[in-house]
Each structure stands twice: as structure tokens, then as C-alpha cells.
């Protein structure tokens, strides 16, 4: 597509967008402003999350889902409350596999193996149950947002004992022992189901699948079931250093107890199989906070300069995904980000056109069980505010924190 095409759909797509917004803002369901397929026509796989910014909004499964639902858990009213009040938004990343435990998957069904009868009914929901992603990926995209699945790919090393015998068992019979290649195909079962409701698939844990040089073949296994998604696939991350030597944060302030130093995540493109960065901060247990000053004196201004990097050839969008709290997706955990910084990290990403979401959570309690934690949703819907207005206001500007310094300052 030449460029002058490339400016019009996206001049199209910005009025539309900003037309949907406005009559959120008058109180007109966005559902009736948006039609039920996407028409927007994007130039490569990924130009729609240039600018997007978006949240998570975890949906575990397996049996561990079952055991939610009979608990409380209102999948539905959350994803709801997130078409209501954060017409913004432009993308979500939700759940294909549990973040950690990857042998859950929220759908019971595979068009390749029958894995309640073949593997074990544990690692799936029930048929009552597996709708549930489906309706909640359909009310986002009917309000116009992308979908992108996160899938765990570390061939369910955890298992307990007993449940991987079973996943031994069943490749070793199938597949001729080739564990990779049963993998391979049951994941291929999953995206031929899930396709026509996902944009995007978000790989992690690949560093097994890196190792055993299996990793490009994955890769390709996804765009062939589902030609045209956007993929992001990182097993190895990428951070700032000087004459060879990575950058390191000695202290993070006055009130700064941790001893540890640690890198400063970088979101350069590390591969040209993959479309988008994984957006993963420096680790939380190496004693990086999610929103460290030293991502707002070197990351983001990386990002500004230039949100799209080339890799041997292959362009690839940056993305940032920002945990709300010192864990992920834990609602126990402590939240980390305010409305002024996390607006701040947004605001600066989506004028730069690249590409953040929040690692937001869904709560465990009480009547909000599966919405999005209240603290945490009153932060995003400050932020969606603020990006709906007209003109949009300025954020605070950055200050280094008192006392914040790198190694050798």
C-alpha cells in the first residue's frame, strides 16, 4: 500500500474512532456505534496497536476456572464494565492459558485432541464454563477493541506428577515421543477455534521452545492457522548498556530498602519472527518497580524517538506492558502505579504511536470478583477520561526522585 493510502485509512480510522468516543461521552452505547466487524483495513499486521493503549484482563482456566465461577467470579460483568467505562481503550489482552500454570486453558474444546478424554479433564474447563472467553472476546471486539491472547508455551513443565505421566503418556502414543511436535498440534487446535475473536497472540515462557530450536516453526504454525494475527514472541530481552556493559539502577529514592541493582529494559526487537515486543519490564524480583524513573530517563525516550525498530529487515512495533502492582496480576499485591505517573506513561506512548497496556488485575473479593480491582479501574478511567477530552490535558512532567541514582553516579 503507498503511503498516501496508508494516510488515508488512517485519517478514516482517527474520525471514526474520535466519533465513537464522542457519543460514549453523550451517553450512547458504543455497541450501537460500532458495527460488528472490524472494517478498518491495517497496512501490516500490527499498525493497529501504534498509538492503542490497553489493559489485561486475566481469565484463568481449567478446572481452577470452574472453581471461580461456583465462587463468585462475574467474568462477564467485568469485561462489561470495561466496554462501559473505558471506551479508550483500544486493545486487551486476556487468557488462552493460565499466566503461570500453562496447562490450563480457558477453552474445553480443540479441533485437534480431545483433551478431557485424551490428556486429562483437568487442564480444561467445562463446556458450560469455556463460553465464557468467548462471550467476553466478543464484547470486545463489538466495541471495537483488539483481542490479544496470552499463551504460556513452556510445554506444561509444571504439571504435578501424576497429570504430566498423563501428557508423557499421550505424545509418546501420538506422536512417536516427539513432545514438541504434540504440543505443536495442540495449540494448532486451539487458534483454529479462536481465531475469528482474536487480533493478537501474546507468547511467553518461550525460552524451552528457543532452546530447542523449535521456536521460528511455533511461530509459523500460528500465522498459518490464523493468517493476518499479530504475534509477539520474545525469549530473550533486551537492556540499555554502556561500552558493553548493561546500565544498572543502584537506587530508586530516599526510601529506596532494596539492595538489589538491576537492568533497565530496553523494547528493542530481538527477533523477525515476531510483530510487536513483548513489553516485559525488567523483572520485579530482580527489584525493579513497574514504573521505575529509569524507564521514563531511558525507555520511553527510546520509544518516542523511534516507536517502530528493525530487525535484520523485519519492523517491529515497541510495546510496553506495565504491571499496576509488584506482582503480576495479584490482587494481594501492592499497587505501585498513581493516576499522575501511569497517565504520564500513557499519554507520552500513545502520542509517540507506539504501543502500552497495564497489567491490570481482577479482583477476589466480595461482589467485584472478575472486574477489574476498584483502585485500579479508577486509575484507568482517569486516564480514559483525560484522553477523550478536548483539548487532552498535560501530565505532570517527570522529575528523578530525590535520592534516585544510577550505578557509578
Given at each position: ?16 474512532f474520535?466519533?465513537?468516543c ?26 493497529w ?8 484482563f ?13 465462587g ?13 467505562e ?8 486476556t ?22 478424554t ?7 474447563p ?5 463460553s ?10 463489538k ?6 491472547l ?6 506444561f ?13 499421550y ?9 514438541y511436535l ?30 530447542d530450536?523449535?521456536?521460528e ?6 500465522r498459518?492457522?490464523?493468517?493476518g ?23 530508586d ?14 523494547f528493542e526487537?530481538v ?8 513489553g ?7 527489584g ?22 528493525d530487525?535484520?529487515?523485519?519492523t517491529?512495533?515497541?510495546h ?11 490482587a494481594?499485591a ?6 499522575e ?13 507506539a ?14 470478583k472478575?472486574?477489574?480491582m ?18 487532552m ?17
Amino acid at each position: 500500500m503507498n503511503t498516501i493510502m496508508k494516510r488515508l485509512y488512517t485519517t478514516v480510522f482517527c474520525i471514526l474512532f474520535l466519533f465513537a468516543c464522542s457519543k460514549a461521552k453523550e451517553g450512547v452505547k458504543i455497541e450501537e456505534e460500532v458495527p460488528e466487524e472490524i472494517i478498518t483495513e491495517p497496512t501490516t499486521t500490527v499498525d493497529w496497536l501504534a498509538g492503542s493503549w490497553g489493559v489485561t484482563f486475566p481469565i484463568y482456566g481449567g478446572e481452577r476456572l470452574d472453581s471461580e465461577v461456583s465462587g463468585g467470579y462475574a467474568y462477564l460483568n467485568g469485561a462489561q464494565q470495561i466496554v462501559d467505562e473505558l471506551p479508550a481503550v483500544g486493545h486487551v489482552i486476556t487468557n488462552l492459558t493460565n499466566f503461570a500454570k500453562s496447562y490450563y486453558f480457558t477453552l474445553r474444546g480443540n479441533d485437534n485432541v480431545d483433551i478431557a478424554t485424551e490428556i486429562d479433564e483437568s487442564m480444561v474447563p467445562s463446556l458450560q464454563n469455556e463460553s465464557i472467553i468467548f462471550e467476553v472476546l466478543q464484547k470486545f471486539r463489538k466495541a471495537g477493541k483488539k483481542n490479544i491472547l496470552y499463551i504460556s508455551t513452556n510445554y506444561f513443565d509444571r504439571l504435578d506428577e501424576a497429570t504430566h505421566q498423563k501428557w508423557v503418556n499421550y505424545y509418546t502414543n501420538n506422536f512417536a515421543g516427539d513432545e514438541y511436535l504434540a504440543y505443536r498440534d495442540l495449540i494448532q487446535g486451539y487458534i483454529y477455534r479462536v481465531k475469528d475473536y482474536a487480533d493478537g497472540y501474546w507468547l511467553d515462557t518461550t525460552a524451552e521452545l528457543d532452546d530447542d530450536g523449535h521456536i521460528e516453526d511455533f511461530v509459523q504454525m500460528i500465522r498459518d492457522a490464523h493468517p493476518g494475527c499479530a504475534i509477539s514472541a520474545s525469549p530473550n530481552g533486551a537492556y540499555f548498556q554502556e561500552n558493553g556493559e548493561n546500565i544498572l539502577v543502584d537506587s530508586d529514592g530516599l526510601d529506596d530498602e532494596d539492595d538489589r541493582d538491576y537492568k533497565i529494559v530496553s523494547f528493542e526487537g530481538v527477533n523477525k519472527y515476531q510483530d510487536f515486543t513483548s513489553g516485559h519490564v525488567t523483572p520485579l524480583g530482580q527489584g525493579a518497580p513497574p514504573n521505575s524513573w529509569a524507564y521514563e530517563e531511558f525507555t520511553m525516550p527510546a520509544m518516542v524517538a523511534n516507536p517502530w525498530d528493525d530487525y535484520e529487515g523485519k519492523t517491529i512495533l515497541k510495546h510496553a506492558w506495565f504491571p499496576m502492582r509488584d506482582k503480576w496480576h495479584v490482587a494481594s499485591a501492592n499497587l505501585i502505579f498513581g493516576t499522575e505517573d501511569a497517565y504520564r506513561f500513557t499519554r507520552t506512548l500513545v502520542d509517540a504511536k507506539a504501543g502500552i497496556t497495564f497489567a491490570t488485575t481482577v479482583s477476589d473479593k466480595g461482589s467485584n470478583k472478575g472486574s477489574l480491582m476498584t483502585e485500579e479501574m479508577t486509575i484507568m478511567k482517569e486516564i480514559n477520561t483525560r484522553l477523550l477530552a478536548n483539548p487532552m490535558p498535560n501530565y505532570v512532567p517527570y522529575v528523578r526522585p530525590e535520592g534516585a541514582f544510577l550505578v557509578g553516579e
